[in-house]
């Protein structure tokens, strides 16, 4: 009677972007017409495209991969009573002179904080697809929710099955590259940046002392700020 929670870090479709779609690996593995130093693209349209292809490709191995899993589940009879969710820290960006990944350093920040979150429910047989503006920060309430328990602590984020929360209307965005926290109007993602600065300084403060705190109080903790 008791639950189980299992969680998998996988860093595909993250680079280097060496897998085709069935997994098999190819050379080069490295990214063409990239400056891993500052993290920009060059200015040379053919090298993003083909590096976008790349990617495009090891998603397909992901997808792959992720097919295999719930066959897996559904073998072993644990996929109808499983809540699985399949979420990502970050997108990435495929232009020309711009970042690879830092939302405020882009033209559309979309391409970046766009992540995917797909949730499946216990005896769930049909899929429905939701605009929703929900945010990672929202998956743990989620969890505790569909499982019938309170979290011992506070969280930011809110259940995406509580009709009573309300609606963001801003996207948090973490940068580890100016280790600061910016807020984008949800409304104007599609067209660019609208930071609100007076919000940031208790944010970046709490940021700061979660990551000080956990860097002196655990030696097993790593910190992934890719």
Do not use: C
Request: no cysteine; hydrophobic share 35%.
């Amino acid at each position: 009677n008791r639950f189980q929670f299992y969680f998998a870090h996988v860093l595909l479709p993250h680079v280097p972007w060496k897998n085709t779609a069935s997994l098999k690996l190819y050379t080069p593995s490295g990214i063409f017409g990239h400056n891993f130093s500052t993290e920009y693209w060059l200015k040379n349209e053919d090298y993003v495209l083909q590096n976008y292809q790349r990617h495009l490709t090891q998603l397909a191995a992901v997808d792959k991969l992720l097919g295999e899993f719930l066959a897996h589940l559904k073998s072993i009879n644990l996929y109808d009573s499983s809540i699985i969710i399949v979420t990502a820290d970050h997108g990435v960006s495929f232009h020309e002179s711009e970042h690879r990944r830092s939302a405020e350093l882009v033209q559309n920040p979309a391409e970046i904080i766009n992540v995917p979150l797909m949730i499946k429910l216990p005896d769930q047989h049909t899929a429905r697809l939701s605009d929703k503006n929900v945010e990672s920060i929202d998956i743990v309430p989620t969890i505790a929710g569909l499982l019938g328990f309170t979290l011992p602590w506070s969280t930011d984020g809110s259940s995406v099955f509580d009709k009573n929360a309300i609606e963001k209307s801003k996207k948090n965005v973490l940068s580890f590259d100016s280790f600061s926290d910016k807020r984008i109007d949800n409304s104007s993602v599609d067209r660019g940046l609208v930071y609100d600065e007076s919000q940031l300084e208790n944010i970046q403060r709490s940021v700061e002392y979660k990551n000080q705190y956990f860097l002196q109080n655990s030696s097993s903790f790593e910190f992934d700020t890719a």
